[in-house]
């Protein structure tokens, strides 16, 4: 873990509500896909968990929907604004067990973690496939920047976009070797209901500090007591316990 | 300048502890800068059995604050004493200071008992102010009666001093933190989480699965900086000051009240550096405010 | 969309009422907006003779809050009944409430007497819980009995709904809660504002001449809800719910803890406008949360 | 009283600690010198109460002194910064009573106010003089623009600029008829001990609202319990108990 001030390099709109945020500083302690940063807003006592969308060595994307205070002050920085950051939190995705047909589901602000993710498994050679979801085709963003990486299928809840209906109504491909997902509870649960083959989850809860100090974000596993900002954020379909 | 102070006869290189809850065993902050730096810090509040405390969510905020529910999760007092002291050892050489929780008399006892014989350990803080645990825990501080109870039980199997953490949820500190000393605590500690709620607009529930949480942070200071005043005239034994600090001139303030030594509690979590920070700006506090020594300060509004 | 709800019988256009001590009698935001878009406001603590109140300095500022020690100040019910109230009918068109408090019992009762009889006037809220004034009125609110005192010797000399207005500054407020109810309270006004201190680093000092002072806003937002719960939990009377209220989020938050009406404090001082832009953003964010009538959501978290 | 957003034109020191602010709005709301401006400042939750130096139909110009966080945050602002104020609040000097030869007395930050006033007495035809003191040169400021307008006398307690020792050092002109102060509390006692021809005198007192609704600043005189904030800053010599 690191803590710095990052640069605003780019923060626009891509979707309802939805924002891509570019930044630009010390990146050193990302090492792993699906690892998070935790951010001070304007005049919020706590920090905001993001996770990070993609990096490189001068700095990250994050991907964020506005839903409360601190995001809707995330919203109003302009480039140049500097933001107070910890970075590298969390266990990240592990790619050395994916197999070679690896499927990520991600679902509406989930997916941010599986961009960097699906480059990871892109340049180590595997064959990723994408399902994504969202509620409606308002609410889908970065559909392109997968697209350019690995095949997609679009699920919305309106069917105004892709197959009408839920990630979980898309049947994987019979070769699929392993999956990762992230999104929201009640997708992961039913993912892991009806997924065949064992994979890795990315969750969230509400964080007093981001770094395992505070006890504030642990969960029951099934191989024990597990904060999820510091064991997690991703768990392993085998040891969560629903 | 001489930032030195000592607590329960126990000399501190500065009055800056970090509190029980925010600075787990210590581990976490070891890796970020040298811990050794600290007056000392009180380790995560621990019961004789291992608990996993309440469901999530555990943590809220409000304006300059934060609840928490944690409920006391902590892997038991054996595991401490096999595990997490002999790891503190490699990175934090100066007296701990041993936070414990229970839920009856006996439970305190025997916690206690077993860590007063850990050479690592300076101090026991006997918090009977967890508001965040069912059954009892937070009983013990809101009445006198069962305050100099503990503290009695306590002190007659601890040979190291014993420092009892208050309640702020009550009518009369003074009269409990009296009753403490009576019954031979040989300091106190203060103040403890407010209780407080915050609800979801959305499901229209409380945002705590335990729904009341603990009150922290800048919110809560100018309560504790009350309570610590009203506790120094009220007893002759030190008060460790908390609640809210967050700078050198917050410790200050906390000083002038009345605490020998004080503690960051929340601040930690959401800036992992502080109480580093907070110790090397003291000197310029100092300066700035014409202090030479910081035990010269303890109390001075009083006089 | 509808805002309306009932409080002890009387209806209120809102919920959102201006809290005793931060609004005067009205006429100084009279100037600056129609007051009457309030459900209503409750005037300035008001006791049988004049007071003075505590010398300066009466304010400090905390994080996200500030401290008050005005101690009382104001003219004196005849000169409320003689000036204040006639004045302030040329502005304020609906039923007031009355803030009343004393330092003996049979000072509360003639007050609020004079008070009942005033057509203007639609409650009485009685203030067992001012923090500031040294001789007795924090003692009524810290105890059940003394609670229930005032509240019986009031009742028996009102026909008008009286509601007392509860101390937070206790260990346990629905016990003093169920007290007023039973006493014959027609609801419950909560909270008054938590004791607390500041000092100041260059005298040393307190900042207060009073010493002490009562801690409002937004840092006592999360105390408050979690008393407007327990309370409302206690007691089958209408709760008033109040303590660092200033978004109309806020509001709805504190009615879902258990608040028939809620009052904005600290917040009317910092900005004037507050009450006013409150409830002008009330139905936008009744709709955000799919609330079509407010009053169906008092106590909502409970169900 | 108005409320409104300023934006700020200039901000610059001109001694030690000691800053000018320009800034742009709404002035309706002034109509005496003497008044002031309660500021919010950048996260504190009171506002911050500062005498009006000068104003016209377009702006104002503060100036303060950075003595705690609120007016430090402020001399961290920057031209095109907006800042929330409560403009014209208080009662503002009574030019009408001066005289043909009224005295200014200010201390350190105390002078802003006299800056506007002194203006006025002018515009008036009358012929004011000045006596402005401080604790070193450091500290002084508004030498030259008091000077275009009125006689001058400047003292400093340790003679680093002017007369040395405290402006009741200084003796009025026999011809004086009438005096105007502000500044520390110990220097507006000292200078009504001395002064024998009448006077107005604005005091300072921590403020909870600064419009009259808290009761936060209430001080016994002689004519009655007066809001500092409201029937105030100004009071007559006559009626201060001291
Ligand atoms: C490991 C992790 C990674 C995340 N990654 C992303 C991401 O890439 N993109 C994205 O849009 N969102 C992500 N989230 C969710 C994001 O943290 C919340 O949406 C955000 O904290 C809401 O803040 P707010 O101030 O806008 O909302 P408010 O409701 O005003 O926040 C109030 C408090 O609740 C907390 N909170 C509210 N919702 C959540 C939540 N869902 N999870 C955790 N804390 C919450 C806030 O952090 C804050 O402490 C992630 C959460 C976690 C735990
Ligand atoms: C009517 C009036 C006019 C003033 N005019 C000027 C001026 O033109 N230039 C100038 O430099 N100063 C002036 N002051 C003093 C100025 O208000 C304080 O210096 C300022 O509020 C300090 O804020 P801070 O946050 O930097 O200090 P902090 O000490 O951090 O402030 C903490 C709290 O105390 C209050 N406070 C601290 N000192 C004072 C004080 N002396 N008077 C009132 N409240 C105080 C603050 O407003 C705040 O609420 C005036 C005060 C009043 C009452
Ligand atoms: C997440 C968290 C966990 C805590 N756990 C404990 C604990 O186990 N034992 C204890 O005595 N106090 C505990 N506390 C209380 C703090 O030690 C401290 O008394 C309180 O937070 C006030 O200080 P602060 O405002 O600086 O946080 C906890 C506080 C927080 C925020
Ligand atoms: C300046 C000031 C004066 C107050 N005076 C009174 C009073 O006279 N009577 C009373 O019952 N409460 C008084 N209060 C308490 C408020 O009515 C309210 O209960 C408390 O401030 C909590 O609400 P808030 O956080 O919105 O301010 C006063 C509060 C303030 C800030
Ligand atoms: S959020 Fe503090 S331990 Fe996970
Ligand atoms: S500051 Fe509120 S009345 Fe003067």
Redesign the interface.
């Known amino acids: 873990?690191t803590?710095g001030l990052y640069t605003v390099r780019s923060n626009r709109p891509i979707a309802a509500l939805t924002y891509e945020m570019q930044l630009e500083g010390d990146t050193s302690a990302l090492v792993r896909p699906g690892q998070f940063v935790n951010l001070?807003t304007g005049g919020?006592?706590?920090?905001r968990p993001l996770s990070v969308c993609a990096w490189d060595a001068s700095g990250m994307t994050l991907i964020y929907k506005v839903v409360g205070e601190g995001t809707d002050w995330l919203s109003t920085c302009m480039p140049g604004d500097t933001i107070d950051m910890?970075c590298g939190l969390g266990n990240g995705f592990d790619t050395s067990v994916s197999g070679q047909y690896p499927l990520l589901v991600g679902g509406g602000v989930g997916l941010p973690p599986l961009y960097q993710l699906a480059r990871q498994l892109v340049d180590e050679g595997k064959q990723p496939r994408l399902i994504m979801g969202f509620n409606s085709e308002r609410e889908v963003f970065y559909r392109q920047e997968f697209e350019r990486l690995l095949p997609v299928t679009v699920t919305t809840m309106d069917g105004s976009c892709g197959v009408r209906g839920l990630v979980t109504d898309v049947p994987p491909a019979a070769d699929c070797t392993y999956f990762y997902a992230c999104g929201p509870f009640p997708m992961l649960r039913a993912l892991c209901g009806c997924m065949t083959v064992p994979g890795q989850l990315s969750l969230e809860?509400?964080?007093?500090?981001g770094?395992?100090?505070?006890?504030?974000?642990?969960?029951?596993t099934r191989l024990g007591?597990k904060r999820?900002c510091?064991e997690g954020p991703v768990f392993l379909k085998e040891e969560l316990i629903w | 300048m001489n930032t030195a102070v000592t607590l329960c006869g126990i000399p501190l290189d500065n009055p800056v502890m970090a509190a029980s809850?925010?600075?787990?065993y210590g581990a976490?902050?070891a890796?970020?800068y040298d811990i050794n730096c600290l007056g000392s810090f009180s380790f995560?509040g621990t019961t004789l059995a291992p608990r996993?405390?309440n469901p999530?969510?555990?943590?809220?905020?409000?304006?300059?604050?934060?609840?928490?529910a944690?409920g006391l999760?902590n892997p038991g007092v054996h595991k401490v004493i096999e595990e997490e002291l002999p790891r503190m050892r490699a990175f934090f050489l100066k007296p701990v200071m041993a936070n414990v929780s229970g839920f009856a008399l006996d439970e305190y006892v025997q916690t206690c008992r077993l860590l007063d014989s850990q050479p690592q350990i300076g101090w026991l803080e006997v918090n009977i102010s967890c508001p965040n645990v069912h059954g009892g825990g937070m009983s013990f501080g809101?009445?006198p009666q069962s305050a100099a109870e503990v503290t009695r039980a306590v002190k007659a199997v601890c040979k190291k001093p014993v420092i009892i953490k208050l309640s702020p949820?009550?009518?009369?500190i003074a009269a409990i933190a009296r009753a403490c000393e009576d019954a031979g605590a040989d300091g106190l500690s203060l103040i403890n989480t407010?209780?407080?709620?915050?609800?979801d607009?959305?499901t229209?529930?409380?945002?705590l699965s335990n729904?009341?949480?603990g009150?922290s942070?800048?919110?809560?200071?100018?309560?504790a900086?009350?309570m610590v005043?009203r506790v120094y005239r009220a007893v002759r034994i030190p008060v460790v000051g908390m609640g809210?600090i967050s700078s050198a001139?917050d410790v200050?303030?906390m000083m002038?009240?009345g605490a020998t030594a004080v503690q960051v509690g929340?601040a930690?979590?959401?800036d992992?550096?502080i109480c580093r920070d907070i110790i090397k700006d003291l000197p310029r506090v100092m300066d700035q405010?014409g202090i030479n020594s910081l035990s010269d300060?303890i109390g001075?509004?009083h006089s």
């Open positions: 873990m803590q001070r919020h006592y706590l920090r910890l809860e509400r964080m007093g500090c770094f395992g100090a505070c006890m504030g974000c642990t969960i029951h007591d999820v510091k | 809850g925010t600075f787990g976490e902050f890796e970020l995560k996993f405390g999530t969510p555990r943590i809220a905020e409000s304006a300059s604050g934060m609840l928490n944690v999760q809101t009445c949820n009550v009518s009369d407010l209780v407080g709620m915050r609800l607009l959305k229209r529930k409380p945002i729904v009341t949480g009150l942070g800048p919110a809560i200071l100018p309560v900086l009350n005043y809210g001139r200050v303030e002038l009240a929340a930690n979590l959401v992992p550096y405010y300060i001075g509004a």
